[in-house]
């Protein structure tokens, strides 16, 4: 017999998650640590199981989660904002949705081609238009929707987890992707980037979309820093390889710290609102993130001794396919003509 526990989980594994290979990684953790010469299938689906009961530890790791979080001047999202792959009527976002009443009446569900997930709470028919107000609401939702999972019976339970699956099929933070069909990044639109800095955002910061191997700076009137960097060497037996980044915020100021795939390190520091332009900024480095989107961009500066000339990784998207090149300051901004 195929249809089994441990073969389901496999194949949740290893098919709709990402995660080829956790089921026999997860028994041989088991085994590591309870010191047994051998740990069976059901042994390791009862592992996972009894960790998303209550109490355990991922389910208490969702009770602690946040769908979006505002601290001081930056937004952050899991996925994104904005996405172009979800785009339909707006009428049927909230009309289709699990508990939704009446048509929607706010503003445009897409802008500049992009389906735009700020302001939108599943089951409400009219969005927030505050930032601020709307993450609160969000999170508010998400840990209703948590709560109800963790304590019904299997037939409300799966309902429940359907209605918090589909949010990643409506306007959803979740799911959102800052790229163009090419893979390339984008700027926010102009209303979203109005709505934010009327709330007092100058930065967004988002993952779930791996984009190269280091966190992509977007410049615009909202900073947007891209920091999923999972795939930054699909050579490398974790997709992963020697590549790993550090990103430390504190108000208009975000410095990234870090090592490549070839194991090069990079440093520097950006700013984001009014001072993104400010030269006096103390080690604000204007030439992240400029460049063409759809040619070369600046990606990010390699972390050079004082004395040494500035060296910048330049970087080109096409799909799946990413080219880099090091270059001069002098050379850089005669490449992309600045």
Not at 16 to 33: C, L, N, S, V
Not at 87 to 99: A, E, H, L, Q
Not at 208 to 226: A, D, F, R, W, Y
Request: hydrophobic fraction near 35%; charge should be negative; include cysteine.
């Amino acid at each position: 017999e195929l249809n089994t526990r441990p073969n389901r989980l496999r194949w949740i594994l290893d098919c709709t998650m990402g995660a080829q290979g956790d089921f026999e990684r997860r028994r041989e953790e088991m085994a590591a640590i309870s010191g047994a010469r051998e740990v069976t299938d059901s042994q390791v689906v009862q592992s996972y199981l009894e960790m998303v009961r209550p109490g355990g530890v991922l389910a208490e790791f969702l009770r602690q989660g946040h769908l979006a979080v505002g601290i001081d001047e930056t937004l952050f999202v899991h996925g994104g904002l904005i996405a172009k792959s979800f785009s339909k009527n707006g009428d049927k976002f909230v009309t289709d949705g699990p508990g939704s009443e009446g048509s929607y009446e706010g503003p445009p569900v897409e802008e500049g081609g992009f389906e735009v997930a700020l302001g939108f709470i599943p089951g409400q028919a009219e969005r927030e238009p505050d930032p601020r107000a709307w993450t609160s609401k969000l999170n508010a939702w998400y840990r209703n929707m948590i709560d109800q999972a963790l304590s019904e019976t299997p037939g409300p339970l799966l309902a429940v987890g359907q209605q918090y699956c589909s949010y990643g099929t409506w306007p959803s933070v979740i799911m959102g992707r800052h790229l163009n069909e090419k893979s390339q990044p984008v700027q926010l639109p102009p209303g979203v980037t109005q709505s934010l800095l009327v709330a007092g955002f100058t930065r967004l910061v988002i993952g779930h979309t791996p984009h190269g191997n280091c966190p992509t700076v977007v410049p615009g009137g909202v900073q947007t820093i891209m920091a999923d960097t999972s795939y930054s060497d699909m050579k490398a037996r974790d997709n992963r390889g020697d590549a790993a980044s550090v990103l430390e915020i504190e108000g208009k100021r975000a410095t990234v710290k870090g090592r490549l795939q070839d194991k090069e390190d990079i440093a520097y520091t950006v700013y984001s609102g009014e001072d993104a332009r400010r030269t006096d900024a103390e080690g604000n480095n204007e030439l992240i993130g400029k460049g063409d989107f759809g040619a070369w961009f600046v990606k990010a500066k390699l972390a050079t001794k004082p004395q040494d000339d500035p060296m910048y990784l330049l970087c080109h998207v096409e799909g799946f396919k990413y080219e880099y090149q090091v270059k001069t300051e002098a050379q850089t901004r005669q490449l992309l003509g600045l």
